[in-house]
């Protein structure tokens, strides 16, 4: 142990003789394991985000979706298949079933005196609210009675946007559908509660409607764009999409064989492909640092390579002086190790900097640096240094002594 | 036992399509405590002959014992180990490792020898030489004839069998390779076995022994007496119109201990 921690002194002298050259040499790494650990920050992040998100959709809903329309394979659109009918159909036949909630959506502009706001249009019913366990901060969500009136409710941030400090409650808006530019005026009847995401949507800077209404007198389409299934029981979730499909077939009348034109989505399904977009993510991002990492350890070795010819004579005197081949060897690898992990330090650094820099500026960017990534980076940095080091340390320990102490 | 027992030794080199005889067949017998020097011309064979005292090189063919073990057949491993334990070597061009202190550089050796002790032996080894005040000094802080000590140090600090110095005051002013002289002398007064390789002759005379190559082959191996000594000095008076290294304050004979005045301990 002594002795390796004379050889660790004798390498970090060996380095410092040539500060700037051992500082610029660790950039590689530094920008390679800065890279990995920046990415499995944000990865872990969003993943996180993503799936606290999806957590809290709640075991029990189901969600029904239009199918992809596809041309030459590819994914284009989707389908215009889902109706009113099939959400008042599931409601009856199916046995498990709480609600099912139809759902419309749109990007619209609302006007509230002389504020706009461009925003999500939501056209949902009344138990939009109930299932989702979404409470409004002021006034009182649509009932089943309103679901053909004029009456709209905002989304916390929103309602803030459009009206500061006033009350929303009872003022009238605007809203026209941005892509039909029909208009239509409605009475606000509730302010929501701040709640980031509900169902599958960000809600907060949304306005949500009655569907029938933005059906008819805003999007001009008597087609949906989800169905938010709520079953009554979460352990037999597995029977309610069986229904759910089973009613939906039939309805569309679809040939046993032939394909759905609907789609549906459970927790545990949006869960499991998340992680398949999130691994790819992943492999892209850790292929892009992989490369850092082997051109930063491209950069040590050429270092290395120098400081072997350099000190070609040196070598000679300590091998003179008794050192073995093995002795030169270690000295070399831990120069080597060292300029390495000297480099997978700033980068572990510049990583967790540059994460928390993202997060603060995009502010919708949730990272977090797990300890993983910390010893993954840790590794990196070892494994590079041995790698790029191995080289010039061999080709250090095979001179021969007498060539060596000849060197000009 | 002899110390050092070389036997019908030969070193050949390829260089491009030829066949270099660096050395051939060369006989060797050093004793315990002798100071001898082997001299000769460039490409006599010398510096190769040295290099395999030094155990640095294998022989082509040949025999050589240091203190009764057999090194010519020995690995790389061993090797290493013998001129780390038995060996002290002391260059032309110093060879310390600039970046690190006197101090430093004389650990070297007692690093290699997997010691836990250092810093007192190295301490040690630098009073021999008289630059223990100079110990945290850089070689680029020291003078030639300095450096040239904390080498003689360093060469010393494991308590080596022979010191083994090639052309030490080669790059020295006359008057620092004189006080470099005295310290080989002292040493050899105090048991060392000095083999010094030169081919100053006024340097060589300064042994008990010379040993002189040509071609690859020994062509005299005598003791070396006054009147050698003599004519060496003359010889380089000659040629200096003056005083020379060997002559101007060294003994003939008796080797003296460095002094004071103009000594090692002195700044050059």
């Not at chain 1, 999500?120 to 109930?130: I, P, S, Y």
């Not at chain 2, 040949?62 to 073990?69: E, K, M, V």
């Not at chain 2, 836990?116 to 004839?145: D, F, I, M, N």
Request: charge should be positive.
């Amino acid at each position: 142990m002594f002795f390796f921690l004379r050889i660790c002194r004798v390498a970090t002298q060996g380095l410092m003789a040539n500060l700037l050259r051992s500082l610029l040499a660790t950039l590689g790494v530094c920008i390679g394991v800065g890279a990995v650990v920046a990415a499995m920050s944000v990865l872990e992040g969003a993943t996180g985000q993503i799936r606290e998100q999806f957590e809290n959709l709640g075991t029990n809903l189901v969600f029904v979706l239009p199918g992809t329309r596809r041309q030459g394979g590819r994914v284009v659109g989707r389908l215009e298949s889902l109706e009113l009918d099939d959400a008042t159909e599931l409601e009856r036949e199916v046995q498990f079933i709480d609600s099912a909630s139809p759902q419309v959506e749109a990007f619209a502009q609302v006007k509230m005196g002389s504020r706009n706001q461009k925003c999500t249009l939501l056209g949902v019913d009344h138990d939009f609210a109930r299932i989702h366990d979404y409470e409004p901060e002021r006034g009182r969500f649509f009932t089943s009675g309103q679901s053909n009136s004029k009456v709209a409710v905002l989304g916390s941030k929103l309602a803030e946007e459009l009206f500061g400090k006033r009350p929303a409650v009872g003022a009238r808006i605007q809203v026209t559908n941005l892509a039909t530019d029909r208009r239509l005026s409605f009475l606000v009847a509730a302010v929501m509660e701040k709640k980031g995401t509900a169902g599958m949507q960000h809600v907060d800077r949304a306005i949500m409607v009655p569907v029938r209404v933005a059906m008819r007198n805003l999007i001009g389409s008597k087609y949906l764009t989800s169905i938010t299934v709520r079953g009554v029981d979460a352990t037999r979730m597995d029977e309610t999409e069986d229904a759910v499909k089973r009613v939906l077939r039939r309805q569309h009348r679809i040939r046993p064989g032939q394909r759905e034109d609907f789609e549906i989505w459970t927790q545990e399904k949006m869960l499991g492909e998340l992680t398949k977009v999130t691994r790819i993510f992943g492999v892209v991002l850790y292929s892009i640092a992989g490369i850092s990492l082997v051109v930063g350890g491209i950069g040590i070795m050429n270092i290395m390579l120098v400081a072997v010819t350099e000190r070609t004579r040196e070598i000679g005197v300590r091998m003179a002086m008794g050192a073995r081949r093995w002795d030169i060897l270690r000295q070399f690898l831990v120069e080597a190790s060292i300029v390495s992990l000297l480099g997978g330090a700033m980068g572990i650094a510049m990583g967790y900097g540059f994460s928390h820099l993202l997060e603060k500026t995009t502010e919708v960017l949730d990272t977090q640096t797990p300890i993983r990534a910390i010893v993954w980076a840790v590794a990196m940095a070892v494994g590079v240094g041995l790698f790029s080091g191995i080289y010039p340390a061999h080709k250090a320990s095979r001179l021969d002594p007498v060539e060596a102490l000849r060197y000009e | 036992m002899a110390l050092i027992e070389i036997r019908n030794l030969v070193k050949h080199y390829r260089m491009g399509d030829s066949l270099v005889r660096a050395l051939d067949g060369v006989n060797v017998t050093v004793e315990r405590g002798d100071f001898v020097s082997i001299t000769g011309p460039s490409g006599s064979g010398k510096s190769t002959l040295m290099h395999l005292l030094g155990c640095l090189d294998r022989p082509t063919r040949g025999t050589y014992h240091l203190d009764g073990q057999l090194i010519s057949s020995m690995g790389d491993a061993q090797l290493a180990a013998i001129r780390n334990r038995s060996i002290g070597f002391v260059f032309q061009t110093f060879n310390l490792i600039n970046r690190t202190s006197a101090m430093d550089n004389v650990t070297v050796p007692l690093f290699y020898a997997r010691k836990t002790r250092l810093h007192r032996p190295a301490l040690e080894a630098l009073e021999r030489v008289g630059l223990a005040q100079r110990a945290g000094h850089k070689p680029s802080e020291l003078s030639g004839g300095e450096r040239q000590r904390v080498a003689i140090a360093r060469a010393l600090v494991n308590e080596p069998a022979i010191l083994l110095a090639d052309e030490p005051t080669g790059n020295l002013d006359s008057r620092t390779g004189r006080q470099i002289l005295r310290i080989f002398h002292q040493l050899h007064t105090e048991g060392v076995t000095v083999v010094l390789v030169t081919h100053e002759m006024d340097v060589a005379v300064q042994a008990q022994r010379i040993i002189r190559m040509r071609d690859g082959k020994i062509v005299e191996d005598l003791p070396v007496d006054d009147t050698m000594r003599a004519r060496a000095a003359s010889a380089e008076w000659h040629e200096a119109g003056g005083e020379t290294a060997a002559t101007a304050d060294l003994p003939s004979q008796a080797p003296a201990a460095p002094t004071d005045a103009g000594g090692p301990g002195g700044r050059e």
